[in-house]
């Protein structure tokens, strides 16, 4: 580790974090779940198998990294009800997952939540995609949520994709009013967590389809709530920069004069959308600033920005810190017991690269590592983020 201070840091303040174990999926265990129960907290999971994964308790500080990809599908027969990668900690320490797909691949009347639970400080996603539940495709059913925590006050996203579903049933009633209730399935809910959203994607579910067949007229007793799109994001504060936060699209009740499909339907009702983004704060971060690629041992990490006229300097630290406000200045991201400068990030500002150099050593995988501009005349900015991965 002390290498990549001198690699990285022109001034370093505190000790760096110690590096950590590793184990590795299948060599090492068999599968993710047998890793888990392996691992001791803050060690390093490597998944080298395009196998799917099943549903998986996490209960200790941890950091699972697919290489390259790591897939999670339910690994029962039917339908389960606890989330594909359940949270269960001890309270403290942080989970960080990434390179992960997950997929819904039963069609089920409780849909379970891809990414849930409660029992650490914090959660990091990186590049991780959840792409809509499943859900209502053989009849009623419930909605869910993409990711939804309980009491972890802090989650980051960078460069991930999340969807919810909504509730939602497959058929047209015969001449009756369907009715799927009114609901609110964001695609991120973290309760009054703060969240950090950098260059992802993040959407809420559609409304239900909601209609019926063989009907002269719009059915009595249509519903007008219950056909919504849900939200982005429910969350006490929302810190967001280069992403996409929309709401679902609402419903539109129609009435079939035959089976559906046939002949022009009347337009019954037209639902709209809950906001995007629910939250006391929803702030959007200054500056631009992305990654070019993951840092790898033995290579660089390339950084891209455009920053505000005048002087700016480099922030970092090893993996994201909870937002705290700095008066004068904004919000920083950065963890204080790793927190270093780098030195000058851009003298002038305006358009730039800046290459960091990662020694050679496989023992740095799954660091986490955060970069923030301080600018002289516009303060701190938005920060960017990136795991070390394998070659």
Known sequence: MPRLAIALA?????????????????????????????????DVILVQTQVPQGNV???????????????????????????LVRLAGPGSGSVTITNAKFSSNFDCFDPPTPIGGSGFAS???????????????????????????????????????????????????????IQLGQVNHAAVDIG?????????????????????????????????????????????????ANSTLQSGTGSIYLAWPGSAGSG????????????????????TLPGTIEAVGDPKPGATWLLSFTLPSGASYALFSFGPGAPIAVPGLGTAFLNPATFMSLGILSPGGGFGIKNYSIPNDTGLLGLQMVLQPLSVTQGLLRPVAAVIVPQ
Not at 264 to 283: E, K, Q
């Open 57 to 83: 308790s996490i209960t200790k500080p941890i950091t699972i990294l697919g290489d390259p990809l790591l897939r999670i599908e339910a690994n029962t027969i039917g339908c389960i009800s606890q989330p």
């Open 264 to 283: 022009t339907p009347l337009n019954c009702f037209n639902y709209g959308s809950y906001p995007a983004v629910i939250a006391g704060t929803n702030a």
């Open 192 to 240: 009054s967590g703060a969240l950090l959203v950098l260059d992802s994607t993040l959407r809420g579910g559609n409304g239900g389809y909601l209609c019926s067949e063989f009907a002269s007229n719009c059915p009595f007793g249509v519903a007008t709530a219950g056909g919504e799109g849900a939200s982005a994001v429910k969350a006490g504060s929302v810190y967001q």
């Open 10 to 42: 022109t001034l370093l303040i505190p000790a760096l974090p110690a590096q950590a174990g590793q184990i590795r999926v299948p060599t090492d265990q068999p599968t993710l779940a047998a890793a888990l129960a392996a691992a001791a907290p803050n």
């Open 123 to 177: 959660l990091f996603l990186y590049e991780v995609e959840i792409p809509e539940p499943l859900s209502g495709a053989t009849g009623l059913g419930n909605g869910v949520e993409g990711l939804k925590t309980t009491g972890i006050p802090f989650v980051a996203l960078e460069r991930c994709n999340i969807r919810s579903a909504q509730n939602d049933v497959d058929i047209c009633s015969f001449s009756q009013a």
